[in-house]
């Protein structure tokens, strides 16, 4: 298979569904769903429910069946970002080249509209418009909301702060990277194989891969910081290292990150040998996450 | 009945069972869930989930059933006031009598608490230890999200930051006070009910009721705001005037505003009729919300 083209007509229609999902720019009060709808619509990759797509796909469901789950999970990751953004943060002008949401619409909406966005994941998770047995929606909100509260992405995000312009061991770095940016992947693999009727061992299957593929994307990260191009990361090059942000190749040195990469990057695709031919899209965006940091 | 003990009764169970909840305080990162447990343990009245185990035993319900969507509606209460309070929203120092989140643990830790805080809500809402039939957990999970999200309560708050310092009608004044604080407290009602197994005229007694109490309590406030001292509501007499926010008293003088709160408990009340004396603690509610400010 293609994955370029695999990518875009995946990124199209989670593009649709979440303009088709998030309250009208023109509902009030306007400012706050102008500025929730600018992040989401501000070039993101559409990782998080591509994967959680191709994860249902791989245990033989229907994909547009996870459609809802895959755009509540891009509103959690959309919310992280505007908040992680904030001056109290990281306090970042610029995210993907563009302005960051409270440069655009100040710091009280874009607070408000992270808020705005969390919320309205967990409405569309519960809809019945999403065709789940109430049961299975019940257990993905469970799941994604354990992955992204205070002993997830919340608590890694708050380690990760904590940590800035310290020195810290390597066990400190681990649990930023598997709560920080790990977590919320794992948790789009898991949703995806729960809607897609994966039994125990293709939901074993898919926490491994999972596991894996996000540690290796957040040292090919740790990575592109260090080496990738402006224009690519649309954020200041080196700018972990300016913030004193502890990483992967600060640890290991680059060369052995882009190693440690990879073996992740193999143990994804090892993981994945149960699934057959209907994993090939995970087997390769599992490449696609490496390798556009070597 | 005799309202107080009811409260203090009310208010201690669910203290215990928010302690239960929450993760703990020696769960990393330890900042976080202090954070999280400092303001939920700041002396709320507890409020909504009292009215939400009320509403549930008013149509017969067992209100332990209903237990865990308390818990969690107080867990949205209390993120919506650690969000309000920062220095970028309503900048405010004290709430209760107590120094707020974000002067405790700093701007980014009270961020993050809050998102915490509403994130742990939906967990406990669709948690199996709810001893509630899915399609029932996923039903509250909507209407607390539809209640509290960017058409509910954060949408309130957005239109009152933005009203701040300006002449805003009259229309305007009552969407915030329905949004901001009334939409929760309907929800409360309504998420009561459901648990509770309400039939179509039961629920629409409580939805009824909570519309105008939600908004007889909102009155009552903004009357508290002038007359009230200050150690009964531990902020600054005045403050909504000296923020130049529209209040209920400002628009139709204090005594028009009174009569008015007393009509809509009045309202609040009759609405109650068809469910006889099981709705006796909502009834007295009803009278405590609105005599407290006479």
């Known amino acids: 298979m293609d994955l370029k083209p ?9 593009d649709q569904a979440l303009a088709a999902s998030l309250p009208g720019a023109d509902l009030l009060p306007a ?16 990782l998080r429910p591509i994967l959680l797509l191709a994860a249902c796909e791989a245990v033989g469901g229907d994909p547009e069946r996870a459609m809802p789950a895959a755009c509540a999970m891009e509103m959690i990751h959309t919310y992280s970002l505007i908040h992680d953004d904030l001056p109290a943060m990281d306090n970042d002008d610029f995210r993907r080249g563009q302005p960051t949401n409270h ?7 874009a607070i408000l509209a992270g808020d705005g966005l969390l919320t309205e994941a967990f409405l569309l998770l519960a809809a019945p ?22 002993l997830g ?5 708050v380690v990760d702060m904590e940590s800035e312009g310290k020195t810290i061991d390597f066990p400190t770095l681990e649990f930023i990277h598997t709560h920080k940016t ?11 194989g729960v809607i897609g009727g994966a039994d125990q061992s293709a939901y074993a299957s898919l926490t491994a891969y999972g596991t894996a593929a996000g540690l290796a994307f957040q040292i090919a990260d740790d990575i592109l910081d260090i080496v990738g191009e402006q224009e690519l990361l649309g954020k200041d090059v080196g700018s972990d290292q300016a913030r004193g942000k502890a990483t992967y190749p600060a640890f290991l040195g680059l060369a052995e990150a882009r190693s440690r990469a990879s073996e992740l990057r193999d143990q994804a ?18 490449h696609y996450i490496v390798d556009r940091s070597s």
Chains 1, 2 share one sequence.
């Not at 992405?153 to 995000?157: D, E, L």
């Open 103 to 109: 440069k655009v619409f100040g710091e009280a909406i």
């Open 153 to 157: 992405m919340v608590g890694g995000q």
């Open 269 to 286: 695709i090892a993981a994945l040998a149960p699934l057959g031919g209907a994993a090939d899209p995970l087997r390769q965006i599992a």
């Open 6 to 14: 695999y990518l875009q007509e995946r990124q199209q229609r989670i």
């Open 129 to 150: 418009s999403a065709p789940l047995p109430a049961e299975i929606r019940c257990q993905v909100i469970r799941l994604i909301a354990k992955a992204a509260g205070s």
């Open 182 to 192: 790990g977590a919320l992947i794992l948790a789009s693999l898991q949703a995806g």
């Open 31 to 46: 400012s706050l769903h102008r500025s929730m709808r600018y992040s989401v619509f501000a070039g993101g990759k559409r």
